[in-house]
């Protein structure tokens, strides 16, 4: 069974930086086509980046592409997400989830991630 593990969450001023990691395990990391999303109170989930299952493309969402990068190490069975400049509204959960190769849908569907982890607290104070 595929699990996934989020850290690196945690509390922090404006303008600091964070590295989410997300930990892989059970399964072909190798095949897993990767993203995160972020949850907020009050707010919809948000599609983040992903990264495809070759490594060979990575998205990032115009909301954070000139902050966040993600990244990630198939030897670590780990997948990254640097997050600099970080803002006061960037305050939510963080997700990591997966999909074997290329799932059955849009890389920025959560719809097409079938394995979730539990997720990063991230609070960013003014």
């Known amino acids: 069974q595929i699990q996934l593990v989020e850290s690196g969450g945690g509390l922090v001023q404006a303008g600091d930086s964070l590295r989410l990691s997300c930990a892989a395990s059970g399964g072909t990391f190798s095949n897993f086509g990767l993203a995160w999303f972020r949850h907020a109170p009050g707010k919809r989930r948000e599609f983040l980046a992903a990264?495809?299952?070759?490594?060979?493309?990575?998205y990032h969402s115009d909301l954070i592409k000139d902050r966040f990068a993600m990244s990630r190490d198939n030897a670590k069975n780990a997948v990254y997400l640097q997050m600099n400049s970080l803002k006061v509204e960037d305050t939510a959960d963080y997700y990591c989830?997966?999909?074997?190769?290329?799932?059955?849908?849009?890389?920025?569907?959560?719809?097409?991630?079938?394995?979730w982890g539990r997720g990063a607290q991230v609070t960013v104070t003014s």
């Open positions: 990264i495809t299952w070759t490594g060979g493309n990575t």
């Open positions: 989830a997966a999909r074997i190769f290329s799932g059955s849908g849009p890389y920025y569907d959560a719809l097409s991630y079938p394995y």
